[in-house]
């Protein structure tokens, strides 16, 4: 009796979270202008791919301050990195963007050419043989925190610009 009860309240609840979860309707997508769809698609690639070379970053800076990995092997894992995220950069500057998106797109640039900048200290640093290990740490959750924070600006933008093409 008290597995049925329990069975039913689950599947019930996940009835309701289902019905009211945050995605939007087709009505509502539809009501979007294209080139909100289109930036959030972006976007949203965007923070995947930062989140892909930031996740490389940390497992290499991990590695080293555990010492599974010398000096050079960081180097190494950091030059890849580097270049990976130049390529990125490229493409991401490459985006043609709507006038409303600007300012956007352009937060969006400075926040990966500040990740880049990461990179590129921590290559010198390797290259110099003296890493500042809390510093890269420190820089890294400061970026990460950005991330946070612009992923949120978007979702908020998104949201406003949701609400003003349905009045």
């Known amino acids: 009796m008290k597995f049925k009860v329990s069975f039913m309240l689950i599947l019930s609840m996940l009835l309701l979270l289902t019905a009211c979860s945050s995605n939007p ?3 509502e997508a539809n009501s979007r202008p294209k080139y909100l769809d289109d930036y959030d698609v972006h976007f949203k690639n965007t923070i ?3 989140t892909k070379l930031f996740s490389s970053f940390n497992q290499a800076l991990d590695d080293f301050y555990t010492k599974k990995i010398s000096t ?4 190494h894992t950091i030059t890849k990195t580097i270049e ?3 390529a990125f950069i490229q493409e991401t500057e490459s985006i043609k963007t709507d006038d409303a998106l600007f300012e956007m797109h352009q937060h969006v640039l400075v926040f990966l050419n500040n990740q880049h900048q990461l990179f590129l200290d921590a290559v010198e640093m390797a290259n110099e043989k003296d890493i500042d290990k809390k ?3 420190d820089t890294y959750l400061s970026l990460k925190e950005e991330q946070v924070q612009l992923s949120s600006t978007w979702t908020q933008m998104l949201t406003s ?3 003003t093409a349905k009045k």
Do not use: I, P, V, Y
Request: net charge neutral; aromatic share 6%; glycine share 6%.
């Open 25 to 27: 309707s087709s009505d």
């Open 48 to 50: 995947n791919k930062s």
């Open 135 to 137: 510093g890269l740490r």
């Open 72 to 75: 050079e092997q960081f180097k």
């Open 84 to 86: 990976d995220s130049t």
């Open 161 to 163: 610009r949701e609400t």
